[in-house]
């Protein structure tokens, strides 16, 4: 008569990290390997747990299959965090029926994310007839009205704009006097939360959309300058656009409680990525702080 004796063995894998956006459902997580999955599995049994500890089993936001699959639905920061599975399932020896049970568990970072919110930074030139020319000022509010109308209607404002006077001497030319002008294309004018209602779930490709467009509007508005001074002034202006001198740097923000960490998020680099335990962002800018005495214990977190 033989004795069929049960041993237990368990495997554990490396953490692997998922990046879900706000409000949308995550990818299938897949309760084994890709070698494990090409293999014959014998009685297998899945147990997922979430961040908090518990078996997610009949959570009415998680979508968990017979297969082991796991989706979790309209993902929040909260929901960010470790899930792990552990998978059991027997080995039978061919030769003497042994019957073996192995444990392996795995093991996911899911992290919520959001899209970066862009704004533009321009600059462009002018060239005057002297610095100290009252009418220098009075061009650059002028500019500001012209250009805030042109894209009011897509709820963006022009920010943070300045300008300086700089003498210039070009060989073999006289000296010159040229408007240094900044200033920086920005989605979140008055109202802009309003229209991001509408679109809740894709809030930030929204804003994106509409500052791109802006954007656009801007860089057409000073080729047409390039063009009327060529084609229909006869008496050139006084303040006048320095051909090609239009250029733009792309700036990124993030929402309060989201970060971006090129090291430790690689696979999402450009992504708002949810703030960790420890640390917090309060505003818009790209990244998560280190609280100075670690309390905060949850994701996503905008104070210490």
Known sequence: MLIHFASFTLFSCIAVNVYV???????????????????????????WI????????????????????????????SMSGAYTCTLSHKIIETTTQEERVVFEA???????????????????????????????????????????????????????????????????QGLLHELFVSFQVNPFAPGWEEVCHQVPYDCEDATNMRVQEARERIGEFFNKQTYALKHEFQTV?????????????????????FGKNDITHKNCASCC????????????????????????????????
């Open 106 to 172: 795995y093991k996911f970072m899911v992290y919520a994310y959001r899209e970066a919110d862009h704004a533009y930074q321009v600059f462009v030139r002018f060239t005057t007839r002297e610095c100290e020319l009252a009418a220098n000022s009075q061009f650059f509010e002028e500019l500001k009205k012209i250009l805030n109308n042109i894209i009011s209607d897509l709820t963006c404002h022009i920010l943070e704009s300045s300008y300086k006077c700089h003498s210039i001497k070009r060989p073999k």
């Open 50 to 77: 979430g961040p908090d500890g518990k078996n997610l089993e009949g959570q009415m936001y998680v979508n968990l299959t017979k297969t082991g699959k796991l989706m979790v639905m309209g993902f929040k920061e």
């Open 273 to 304: 990525v949810v703030c960790e335990p420890g640390t917090y962002s309060p505003n818009n800018e790209v990244t998560c702080q280190i609280c100075t005495r670690p309390r905060v214990k949850k994701y996503g977190a905008t104070s210490c």
């Open 21 to 47: 956006k706000v409000f949308t459902n995550s990818p299938f997580l897949v309760c084994m390997d890709l070698a494990r999955s090409r293999e014959e599995v014998i009685d297998p049994k899945y147990l």
């Open 237 to 257: 202006p006084t303040i006048h656009y320095v051909d090609n001198s239009f250029s733009v740097t792309h700036i990124d923000s993030c929402r309060p409680g």
